[in-house]
């Protein structure tokens, strides 16, 4: 059964900085394109990073210069490291299986002002 698992979110303040980290299991994890994304209260999900089994990456834009997504395909992990803060990055981050469109529960980041 494939399986992905997030931590790292919580709270911080503007300005600050959080690493999300997302276990992949039951899955050949180095073939598959990941992902993060991200659900704010009222709003529909959008994409904030991904990358390929080549380490192809792209970034929404509102996350473009202050967030870097990586991978350990030895280790099956996915990273997304968070910097500059901004209360508008409050939401649920989503760690996703691309190919497979398999998601995890998502971890709560709360950004104060």
């Known amino acids: 059964q494939v399986q992905m698992v997030e931590s790292g979110g919580g709270l911080v303040q503007a300005g600050g900085s959080l690493r999300l980290s997302c276990l992949a299991s039951?899955?050949?994890?180095?073939?598959?394109?990941m992902g993060w994304y991200r659900q704010a209260p009222g709003k529909q999900r959008e994409l904030v990073a991904s990358?390929?089994?080549?380490?192809?990456?792209s970034y929404g834009s509102s996350v473009l210069g202050r967030f870097a997504i990586s991978r350990d395909n030895d280790k099956n992990m996915v990273y997304l490291q968070m910097n500059s803060l901004k209360p508008e990055d409050t939401a649920v981050y989503y760690c996703?299986?691309?190919?497979?469109?398999?998601w995890g529960p998502g971890t709560l980041v709360t950004v104060s002002s």
């Open positions: 039951g899955t050949t994890f180095s073939i598959h394109a």
């Open positions: 990358i390929s089994n080549r380490d192809g990456i």
């Open positions: 996703v299986d691309i190919y497979l469109d398999i």
